[in-house]
C-alpha cells in the first residue's frame, strides 16, 4: 500500500523520504546519550551518591588486582636474580674447585658458574660485617669454598631439578637455593589474584543491583510519560535508548571514581613503602596501567549497560499496555 | 484498513464492554462511533490499538490480526495509527513541539525531518505559533488541538480520535472535522468517536452506533456498498 500523503503537506512528503537508517541511528543515539547525561547532572546529589556508591564496591577487588600484579612482578624480579649456591666439602683443593665450576657451565640450564675460594669468601664476609680483627684471630677459616650458579631461566622447575643433579656431585657438600620463599610469594600473589577475581565477580553483581534499581527508579518516575510514548508507537527499546546510556554513565563515572582513589592509594603506599626501598629492592605497588584503566573504565560502561538494559525492558514490560 | 468479525471484549473483572461487534472500515472511509458513555466506544478503539486484547471473534487492522499480534508487533502497529486521546495524553515537561515531534521520534525519524513535519501538522491546527510553548499554558481546546497534530504528524494510513471536539467551540470542531475529511480524501481511514449528534449529523457520514456494548444502529457496512444500495 502506498504511504498516505495529506493535502497540504504534499511538498513535504516529496522532499522527505523513510529516513536514512543509519545517520538517523547515530543522531538519534548521541542526542540520548548527551541528554540521559544533562538529567544525571540535574541531580548532581543524587547522581553522585549511586557513583560513590558503585565505586565503593569496584574499589577493593581493584586494590587486590593491583597487589596481585605487583606481587607477581616483584617476584619476578627476583627471580630474574635467582642463584643457586653449591658449598664445597673442606677438602676440596682449590683446583679441583675451579675445574668443578668450570665443568658445570657444561651443563644445560647453567649460563654462569663463579668460584669463590673459602678465602675469598672471609674476605669479602670480613669487609661486609667490619668484624675483620676479631676474623685475624681464627687459625683456620670456618667459610667452605663455594660455586654460585646462576641458572638460564628464573624458573622453579629448572633451579630444583638442576639442585638434584648438582647434589650427586661429590664435591659438594650441600646447596641452598632460595625457592621457598618465592613459592611462597607466588602463592600468595595467586591468593590476592583469586580473592580480587572473585570479589570482583561478586561485587559487579551488586554494581548491576545498584544500577539497575537507579533504572528503576527513572522508570517509575518517567511513568506516565513512558505510557505516552507506548501509545504512540515507542518499542521497548525506544524507551530504553536514554536509559541505558543512563546506565553506562553511571558505570564510567563509578569506573572512573575507582581509578583515582586507587591510583592515589598505590601513591600514598609507594611513599610508605620509599623508606624500605634500600632494604628491599623492588618492592613498590604497581599502578594498573593504562590498559588497567581502559579495563576498568570498559568494564564498568558494559556492566552499567548491560544493568540497565535488564531492569528496563524489566520495568518498562511491567508498565503493560 | 479496519475489520471486526463478531468481536467480543469481556474484561477480567467480568465485566461484557462489547460483544458480537461487526463492521468494516475501508481505506479513505471516515465513521463516526456514537453512544452514550460505557457504551463500549473507548474500549473498541482500545482494541485497534492493541492497549487490550479481544475476547473473541476476529479483528484485523491494516492487514494484522490482534487476536495473534505478539508483543514486539504492537508498536509496528500503532505507528500506522495516529490516536487523538480524550484525555489528551500530552506531555506537560516538553514543548508543544516536542509533544508533537513523539510520533516521529519513535519512528525513527531525523531531527531535520521532525522539525519541518511537526511545524506542518502545527500549522494545519494553527498552534504553530505555539511551539516553543508548554502544554499547561495552553487552553482544554488548545491542548486537544496540540493532540491532534501529534495524531496526523506522521501521516498514518488510520486515524483513531475519541472526542475530539468534546473541549472545542462550534467553529473550532467544524475547522477540526474539514481537516478530517482532508485527510479522509487521500485515502486516510478515521473512525471518530463522538457523542456531539448536532455535528455528526450535519456531516452526512458513516455511523456506527453502540449501547451497552452492542451495534444498535448505523451501518456496519462500508459506505460504499451503501452507496451502491442507494
Redesign the interface.
Given at each position: 500500500?502506498?504511504?498516505?500523503?495529506?493535502?497540504?503537506?504534499q511538498k513535504?512528503?516529496n522532499v522527505?523520504k523513510k529516513?536514512?537508517?543509519v545517520?538517523?541511528?547515530l543522531?538519534?543515539h548521541q542526542?540520548d546519550a548527551i541528554s540521559s547525561l544533562r538529567k544525571l547532572l540535574q541531580l548532581p546529589w543524587s547522581t553522585l551518591s549511586t557513583v560513590f556508591v558503585i565505586a565503593t564496591a569496584l574499589l577493593l577487588p581493584a586494590c587486590l588486582l593491583v597487589l596481585n600484579k605487583s606481587l607477581e612482578s616483584a617476584v619476578e624480579s627476583f627471580r630474574s636474580g635467582a642463584r643457586i649456591t653449591l658449598y664445597l666439602s673442606a677438602d676440596t683443593n682449590p683446583g679441583r674447585g675451579h675445574e668443578v665450576s668450570i665443568n658445570l657451565l657444561e651443563i644445560e640450564g647453567v649460563v654462569g658458574s663463579e668460584y669463590i675460594s673459602s678465602e675469598a669468601a672471609l674476605e669479602e664476609f670480613s669487609s661486609a660485617t667490619g668484624l675483620s680483627s676479631v676474623l685475624a684471630e681464627l687459625t683456620d677459616n670456618p667459610l667452605p669454598a663455594a660455586i654460585v650458579i646462576t641458572p638460564s631461566q628464573p624458573d622453579l622447575g629448572l633451579i630444583t631439578q638442576l639442585s638434584e643433579q648438582f647434589a650427586l656431585l661429590p664435591e659438594v657438600e650441600s646447596i641452598q637455593v632460595d625457592e621457598s620463599w618465592i613459592a611462597r610469594a607466588e602463592a600468595i600473589a595467586a591468593s590476592f589474584g583469586f580473592l580480587g577475581q572473585s570479589l570482583g565477580l561478586i561485587f559487579a553483581i551488586g554494581v548491576s543491583f545498584i544500577i539497575g534499581n537507579a533504572v528503576r527508579m527513572s522508570v517509575v518516575s518517567r511513568q506516565?510519560?513512558i505510557?505516552?510514548?507506548?501509545?504512540?508507537?515507542?518499542?521497548?527499546g525506544?524507551i530504553a535508548r536514554p536509559l541505558l546510556y543512563t546506565g553506562i554513565w553511571f558505570g564510567i563515572a563509578g569506573a572512573l571514581l575507582t581509578a583515582l582513589v586507587l591510583l592515589l592509594l598505590v601513591a600514598g603506599a609507594n611513599s610508605a613503602l620509599q623508606a624500605t626501598a634500600d632494604l628491599l629492592p623492588g618492592l613498590r605497588l604497581q599502578g594498573p596501567g593504562i590498559d588497567g584503566l581502559l579495563l576498568l573504565l570498559g568494564s564498568g560502561g558494559a556492566l552499567g549497560w548491560l544493568s540497565a538494559r535488564i531492569s528496563s525492558f524489566y520495568y518498562i514490560r511491567a508498565i503493560g499496555? | 484498513m479496519i475489520s471486526f468479525d463478531r468481536v467480543s471484549k469481556r474484561y477480567e473483572s467480568g465485566h461484557q464492554a462489547l460483544s458480537n461487534i461487526s463492521f468494516e472500515l475501508g481505506k479513505g472511509e471516515l465513521a463516526f462511533l456514537t453512544g452514550h458513555s460505557g457504551a463500549g466506544k473507548s474500549t473498541l478503539l482500545k482494541l485497534i490499538l492493541a492497549i487490550e486484547s479481544i475476547s473473541g471473534g476476529r479483528l484485523h487492522v491494516n492487514g494484522t490480526d490482534l487476536a495473534r499480534i505478539k508483543r514486539r508487533q504492537i508498536p509496528a502497529l500503532r505507528q500506522q495509527i495516529g490516536t487523538v486521546f480524550q484525555d489528551h495524553q500530552l506531555l506537560f515537561d516538553r514543548t508543544v513541539g516536542d509533544n508533537v515531534a513523539l510520533p516521529l521520534q519513535v519512528a525513527g525519524y531525523s531531527p531535520q525531518d521532525v522539525r519541518r513535519r511537526v511545524r506542518a501538522a502545527l500549522d494545519k491546527v494553527g498552534l504553530l505559533s505555539k511551539e516553543k510553548t508548554y502544554p499547561i499554558r495552553l487552553s482544554g481546546g488548545e491542548q486537544q488541538r496540540v493532540g491532534i497534530a501529534r495524531a496526523v504528524v506522521n501521516r498514518p494510513r488510520i486515524i483513531l480520535a475519541d472526542e475530539p471536539t468534546g473541549n472545542l467551540d462550534p467553529k473550532l470542531s467544524a475547522e477540526i472535522m474539514s481537516v478530517f475529511q482532508q485527510f479522509r480524501q487521500v485515502g486516510v481511514s478515521l473512525l471518530i468517536a463522538s457523542h456531539d449528534m448536532a455535528l455528526i449529523s450535519g456531516l452526512g457520514q458513516r455511523i456506527i452506533a453502540l449501547q451497552e456494548g452492542k451495534l444498535v444502529g448505523g451501518s456496519p457496512r462500508s459506505a460504499a456498498a451503501d452507496q451502491e444500495y442507494q
Open positions: 500500500m502506498n504511504r498516505a500523503k495529506p493535502v497540504g503537506d513535504a512528503a522527505t529516513p536514512s537508517k545517520a538517523n541511528f543522531q538519534n542526542t506516565d510519560e505510557r505516552v510514548i507506548k501509545l504512540v508507537g515507542g518499542s521497548d525506544f499496555l | -
